[in-house]
């Protein structure tokens, strides 16, 4: 299969979403897409890379790689609050065998699609060349002027939100021992053990671990609910520590983390104690939920509204004047953390 053979084979795919839209006024095939952003709506536009044993292993299935390509540039979008409408692929391949480099390409197409469909986003165009295997996705959706979730937005009394739970994705990376997670004590788990019945099949937990490493679900609907009621948000992809860091940086503030309103899933809790649950949680990284801040006085309309996009959230901390970011135990003490997050060239 041939470069322009990998373009209309993914084009054939894609055709149908970017018809069912009505703002692509001229998709894949052309030297540049012709799009109609909709009046009176700002664009929001996210790009992530995925490498090769950087963000994926090498045994990677090509439909997870597929869908987390997509999955992580949503989650941007969703931590803006953004609806997402359009995007690019740019996938570079390694010369070898056709047939492989085919059902790879079928395989990958596979996950991002039924992502995409999940969304109404529409593959407008992009690139594919030959080098190591590369995942690089641009993302664009829409936001009303002023509504957008930013960085730089939280203020000293804010409550602290977290979406879903945390840890699960550092848990399935300490379970495959890639480096930096070998130190955290977890233990591969059966369904029986994580209380999920005899009748499950082996590995169920872990398994579910796993899922929630190589197919995040980008929060869309949480963050378009939190329109008008959250103030400052971020999408937890290096570890809550680093991106909550980032949110106190923008804002000239600091937090205070309630350790024991950290929200965990029933697998975390089977699989490991608490130190390193705890320490997955904060600094694990990989969980695409969604960090942001509020008022006190919106928790209800939040919890409301959260609801309604069949989201779970848990308020876990406070946004304080002090600078950094400090984790409260339940006795009081404060806890220092092994790991604060991810960092390319740290």
Known sequence: MAEFDLIAAIRARAAALADARGDVALGIGDDAALLAPPAGRQLVVATDTLNRGVHFADDAAAGDIGWKSLAVNLSD????????????????????????????VEGFADGFLELAARHRVALVGGDTTRGPLSVCVTAMGFVEPGWALRRDAAGVGDEIWVTGTLGDAGAALALDGIEGYRDFAVRRIDGADAGAGVDNEADAASAWLYQRLRRPQPRVAAGRALRGLARAGIDVSDGLLADLGHVCVASGVGACLDAAALPSSPALLAACAEDARRALQLGGGDDYELCFTAPARQRDSIARALAAADTPAAVIGRIEAEPGVRVRLADGAMWTPSKRGYQHFG
Not at 81 to 103: K, N, V
Request: charged residues 20%; aromatic residues 8%; negative net charge.
């Open 77 to 104: 979008l969703a931590a803006m609050g953004a609806e997402p409408a359009w995007c690019t692929l740019s996938l570079s391949l390694p010369d070898g065998d056709a047939r492989a480099r085919a059902a790879f």
